[in-house]
Structure formats: structure tokens, C-alpha cells
């Protein structure tokens, strides 16, 4: 069989992240680094567009990958419409989405933006997978309490499907068949679970609901937050960043690096010792209940992202959680194997790329 030769792209606020793979084998990974002077020269994500492009080719030339050698190019899905797991041609509705930011100006929108215009110069085509904004809710999942207010699924969709099928394919069967809780631990944390392929219940990581994590809030008092919201002393943007960005660890220990906090831990400090148990805590609260969603059926509980690196994070968790299902751990993120592997599995015509409408 051919092995074929794909471009991943996967572009975040100050670095665009670029591998070329052939097949499953990888050829070559490389960040490119952009100044805060660099980008202050443009207006909005979507201006940095040419910019961006430009060091992705220079990056290829220099690497000796031709463009006109690619198979596809993917890249890292943006905040669009919620849309089922899959991998997306880009096209018309697709590539408009991303442009006018229809979910807000993020870094990612410009993954699928820089696929295709590669991928044409290519001959190819160009895709996204997986972006954070898969939306597979079951419809008892969105429901809340007042009828103003409606869960919305935002989550670690590409790492949280990627270590899901991986661990199904170790086990010789289909992710398909398989019940799992995956929970990503980075500086935000989402819990998923999975059932029979379909993440029918996870929180909504983005906006800080969930566990409290490196710099998120997580799910905060009800009350205590309207008072705090209706108190007149911040703007709705300081709110926003006290939850999300500035809140969880950082709002406590002035630092988001959770190396940084589980170092402190070790070395006694008691503060850290018990956000980062409190953290352990709450990641296991939502195993638990991701577990009643699926009514204790459970095949695997896999812990993933940067935190689950740390031995101390996952005895804890798995402390908590082991009685429910075996606790697998598999660190690290994945994003640009994850993406090539999506690429490479429509290519060779094992699944079809879905249409974005």
C-alpha cells in the first residue's frame, strides 16, 4: 500500500505547530514560535492568516518537503458550528465559518484555513478533524435548570477520540464497542464519556465548568458567583478571566505550570499540596459521574493529557476510581499524530470525510 504523505497543522495563540507524516511514520515535527510583537501587528486571528502560511512553507522548503509530494494536508479544527466527530473536507461553509470567526476569534480557526490553501497548491485536499466543538450531547446532557441556559459540549475532542481509539485498537476491537471515560488533564481538564463511540456527556472545558484545573475556575457556586457578578466591582471581562485563564491554580498560587505546582507539593507546600488534591478531587468526582452516565458499563477509564505525566496526579485519581473500571495512562496530547491519523484514514479509504453545512 502506498504510503502516503500528509501535512498536519496545528495552529495555537503564539505558535503554529507543523509534522509531515508518511504514512503512520513521522518525517518530521516543528514549532514555529511568534513574538507578541509579530502578532500585535495584526488585527485579528484571521489577519494572521498569510502571515502564518508563509512560515509554514518556508518551514517545508527548508525541511525539504515539497508541497506538490503531499497527499493531504489537515489541519487543527477551529471553533465553528457544533458538529458531529469526524474529519471535514474543507469547503465553501467550512472555510466561510472559519473566516468571519463564527464561534470567536481563536488560533485554530486558521488550521483549517491553511490546509486548504496548501492542499491546493497541492492538488489535494484539505481537512480538519475533531475540533474542540464536536457535539455528540446526548439531549437530557444539555438540560439545565432554566430554560435561558442550554450545556454546550466544548472539550479536548482530537486527544480525547485519539487515546480513546487507540486504546480500543490495543485491545483488538472497535472504539465503536467500547464504553470509556477519558479525562484530559492540561490547563483546561474535560471528562468524556464515551459510549459506544459517542461522547454523550462531558463539560464543557473552554468556559471552565468542571474540575477546577491550572487556570480555570471550574463549576463555581451558583449564588456566591451572581453576587460576585452583580457586585459592580469588575467589568464582564474580568469576570470571564477570573474563570477562565486566570482562575483555578493560578488564581491561588500566581502560576498555571502545573510541573511548577506539583513541584511545590513535594517540596511541603501545604497550599499546593491541597489545590492539587482538590484538582485529583474533582477529576475523580466527574469520573464518577461520568460512570453513572453510563450506567457503570464501563470498559476503561484512560487519564491523558500533560498532567497525566505526573505518577502522584494519577495514583490519586486512580485511588478514587480504580473500583469502576481498569485506569489506563496515556500522557501527552498527540495532537499532530492524532490529526495525520484522522488525514490518513480517509485517504486510504477507511472512513469518509463528512460534510460541513
Do not use: W
Not at 98 to 113: D, K, M
Not at 147 to 166: M, Y
Amino acid at each position: 500500500m502506498k504510503a502516503y504523505k500528509i501535512l498536519a497543522i496545528n495552529p495555537g495563540s503564539t505558535s503554529t505547530k507543523i509534522a509531515v507524516y508518511e504514512g503512520k511514520k513521522e518525517l518530521f515535527e516543528q514549532t514555529l514560535r511568534h513574538s507578541s510583537e509579530e502578532l500585535a501587528a495584526f488585527a485579528s486571528i484571521t489577519d494572521q492568516f498569510d502571515f502564518r502560511k508563509q512560515l509554514v512553507l518556508d518551514a517545508m522548503e527548508q525541511a525539504g518537503v515539497k508541497v506538490a509530494d503531499l497527499d493531504a494536508v489537515i489541519g487543527r479544527g477551529g471553533v465553528v458550528k457544533p458538529i458531529p466527530s469526524g474529519v471535514y473536507e474543507v469547503n465553501d461553509a467550512l472555510k466561510h465559518d472559519l473566516e468571519v470567526a463564527i464561534g470567536g476569534q481563536h488560533a485554530s480557526n486558521l488550521g483549517g484555513l491553511i490546509a486548504l490553501e496548501i492542499a491546493k497548491l497541492a492538488g489535494v485536499k484539505g481537512y480538519i478533524a475533531d475540533p474542540v466543538v464536536v457535539d455528540e450531547l446526548q439531549d437530557v446532557a444539555r438540560v439545565t435548570g432554566r430554560p435561558e441556559i442550554e450545556r454546550h459540549s466544548i472539550f479536548h475532542a482530537l486527544n480525547q477520540k485519539a487515546v480513546a481509539r487507540e486504546y480500543a485498537a490495543s485491545k483488538g476491537v472497535s472504539y465503536e464497542s467500547q464504553n470509556i471515560i477519558v479525562a484530559h488533564m492540561g490547563g483546561g481538564i474535560s471528562v468524556g464519556a464515551h459510549l459506544k463511540g459517542q461522547v454523550v456527556d462531558v463539560n464543557n472545558a473552554l468556559d471552565g465548568d468542571g474540575p477546577l484545573t491550572p487556570e480555570r475556575a471550574g463549576t463555581l457556586p451558583a449564588m456566591q458567583l451572581v453576587k460576585l457578578a452583580l457586585s459592580g466591582e469588575y467589568s464582564y471581562d474580568e469576570l470571564r478571566k477570573m474563570i477562565t485563564g486566570r482562575g483555578g491554580m493560578v488564581a491561588y498560587l500566581g502560576t498555571n505550570d502545573a510541573r511548577d505546582i506539583i513541584d511545590m507539593a513535594k517540596n511541603g507546600d501545604a497550599k499546593a499540596r491541597l489545590l492539587l488534591d482538590a484538582m485529583c478531587y474533582n477529576v475523580g468526582k466527574h469520573i464518577g459521574s461520568a460512570a453513572a452516565v453510563l450506567h457503570g458499563n464501563v470498559d476503561a477509564i484512560i487519564l491523558t493529557g500533560g498532567i497525566a505525566y505526573s505518577d502522584s496526579v494519577c495514583r490519586y485519581i486512580e485511588d478514587m476510581v480504580g473500583f469502576i473500571a481498569p485506569v489506563v495512562r496515556m500522557p501527552g496530547e498527540n495532537e499532530m499524530q492524532a490529526l495525520a491519523l484522522n488525514a490518513l484514514r480517509v485517504i486510504a479509504g477507511t472512513e469518509t470525510a463528512k460534510e460541513y453545512v
